[in-house]
């Protein structure tokens, strides 16, 4: 059984920091990239940060350098430390498990998300 759990959100204030953990189980971690999305209130999900099973990483422009996203295959977890949150960051933060495969074609598992609340 597939699962995704995320943790780690909550209420920060601006400048704050929050470190996001989503722990994986039910399939091969170290083969699938792991993604962290967003999703504010009337706003469509968008791609905050990736990371390739090889440790190559990529952000939305809106992180601007304050976002690091890592894994520990040993642990089956990825993280998204974030820092300097802003009053626009706030949203559910989902974790994404990706893979493509010739056979299969795409193949993902979403997590039940996380809160991210920004407030003075």
């Known amino acids: 059984q597939v699962q995704l759990v995320e943790s780690g959100g909550g209420l920060v204030q601006p400048g704050g920091s929050l470190r996001l953990s989503c722990a994986a189980s039910?399939?091969?971690?170290?083969?699938?990239?792991m993604k962290w999305y967003r999703e504010a209130p009337g706003q469509e999900r968008e791609l905050v940060a990736g990371i390739t099973p090889g440790g190559s990483t990529n952000y939305g422009d809106f992180v601007k350098g304050r976002f690091t996203i890592s894994r520990d295959n040993a642990k089956t977890t990825v993280y998204l430390q974030m820092n300097s949150l802003k009053p626009e960051d706030p949203a559910v933060y989902y974790c994404?498990?990706?893979?493509?495969?010739?056979?299969?074609?795409?193949?993902?598992?979403w997590g039940q998300g996380t809160q991210v609340t920004v407030s003075s």
């Open positions: 994404n498990a990706e893979r493509w495969t010739i056979v299969l074609g795409r193949n993902d598992y």
């Open positions: 039910g399939f091969t971690f170290s083969s699938y990239a």
